[in-house]
């Protein structure tokens, strides 16, 4: 093989997405940390709270290539995927799908009309809950923290670690936070 050809063949390898993730019956991303639950969020939170972890639905559709770049380069990072794992009980939604959602207030809507409900515009979307949320509230009202779209591996490391370490309660922004981290050189 020419030093040409074998020098182009290396670069269409390493063009090649490191992890392909995969995609469930649903057309959305799966990840072994994605619970299979009835999207009743009490149930869910109460679950997440038993397992000492942090409720999070993730909000996806079907085609969606911000969410396919989360999954890939992002989520597919060992140190973001095991922070995943570890610390939070992860409910996937389909922005446009037909199953049903119990929010905290006890309404209960299809996905895409709870998606609608809590002004979710943009794929992917995470929404972080406390541990207790107030009765009555809903899942948009309860949130510590909504990141609507796809971020690089370090912001949304960053976000995951200020959710887990209740940053917000500290009164710093999140942007603050990311600041100070990069000032630091972490």
Not at 78 to 93: G, L, S
Request: aromatic content about 10%; proline content about 4%.
């Amino acid at each position: 093989m020419t030093g040409f050809l074998r020098n182009t063949v290396a670069a269409l390898f390493l063009a090649l997405p490191v992890h392909a993730a995969s995609i469930g019956d649903d057309g959305l991303h799966d990840q072994p940390w994605i619970r299979e639950t009835f999207k009743d969020l009490r149930e869910d939170l109460d679950e997440a709270n038993a397992e000492g972890k942090r409720l999070l639905i993730l909000i996806e559709q079907r085609g969606c290539i911000y969410c396919r770049e989360m999954h890939e380069e992002v989520f597919a990072d060992p140190a973001v995927a095991q922070d995943i794992t570890d610390n939070f009980f992860v409910i996937q939604m389909n922005m446009f799908g037909d199953v049903a959602v119990t929010d905290f207030d006890g309404t209960e809507l299809p996905e895409k009309e709870m998606s609608n409900r809590w002004g979710a515009m943009f794929t992917p979307t995470m929404i972080f809950l406390p541990e207790d949320v107030p009765e009555g509230q809903t899942a948009a009202q309860a949130a510590v923290a909504v990141m609507p779209g796809a971020f690089s591996k370090d912001v949304t490391a960053s976000l995951l670690e200020w959710v887990r370490d209740h940053g917000y309660e500290t009164g710093q922004h999140f942007q603050n936070y990311l600041s100070e981290k990069a000032k630091k050189g972490k």
